[in-house]
């Protein structure tokens, strides 16, 4: 049973516009998400985390976006671009215990 | 280049056989991760060390163990190894245990079982 979602495996966007990676979750314990960011042949690499207290997280291009009553969270990448073209992982936490990681998605963005 | 190492790559072995993989931390860090991930599969939680101390275990099957040393680097043991077992094992490190602590993953090493 996925406590974390995924549910599309690839998205392609084209260079310049807004990439939106989605991700589910059943347990309302969650109440610490992080996305995960990862290239072929290298480890995740941390992008980006959100609280439960907060609805919304921004750096950069990058924001996160929390809604818990539908347990549902996104990734926005705005403009995105060709080097943002990697898989991503949505993890989930429960009141500090290990992380539940997301199956990914992978992103493509094409020139 | 995150700071943490594994090795080795890559290993190729026959089922029944034990494999060891070893992990390096960050400098620094003294807690270490175990993943797996299958094809398809999102990262699986294996087992997590804390300055030398087992602290927290995942799926971990009982054919794997684990182990953190005096300088921190750790093993993963894979034994009477089945196809399925074939994937990618990764480390992480972080200062803390605690999970709002960003963990620093290693680049991982590819297990194929034939």
């Known amino acids: 049973d996925q406590q974390v979602k995924q549910n599309s495996p690839s998205l392609s966007v084209q260079e310049g516009r807004i990439s939106i990676l989605n991700c589910d979750y059943t347990?309302?314990?969650?109440?610490?998400f992080l996305w995960y960011k990862k290239y072929p042949a290298e480890g995740p690499t941390f992008l980006i985390s959100i609280s439960s207290i907060k609805d919304k997280n921004e750096d950069g291009r990058f924001t996160v976006f929390l809604n818990k009553s539908a347990k549902h969270l996104s990734l926005h990448i705005v403009p995105s671009q060709p080097g943002d073209s990697a898989v991503y992982f949505c993890?989930?936490?429960?009141?500090?215990?290990?992380?539940?990681f997301g199956p990914g998605t992978r992103l493509s963005v094409l020139p | 280049d995150s700071g943490v190492t594994q090795t080795p790559k890559h290993l190729i072995t026959a089922t029944g056989q034990r494999v060891t993989l070893r992990c390096s931390p960050r400098?620094?860090?003294?807690?270490v991760y175990w993943y797996q991930q299958s094809l398809d599969q999102g990262l699986q939680f294996l087992i997590q060390?804390?300055?030398?101390?087992?602290?927290a275990k995942g799926n971990i099957l009982e054919r794997f163990s684990a182990q953190q040393f005096p300088d921190l680097h750790s093993e993963l043991n894979l034994s009477s190894l089945e196809l399925g077992d074939s994937a990618l094992y990764f480390c992480?490190?972080?200062?803390?245990?605690?999970?709002?602590?960003?963990?620093?993953f290693g680049p991982g090493t590819r297990l194929t079982v034939l």
């Open positions: 993890a989930a936490s429960p009141y500090g215990q290990n992380f539940v």
């Open positions: 060390y804390y300055n030398g101390e087992e602290r």
């Open positions: 400098s620094g860090d003294l807690s």
């Open positions: 992480a490190s972080s200062v803390q245990p605690g999970q709002l602590y960003e963990q620093f």
């Open positions: 347990n309302s314990m969650f109440d610490y």
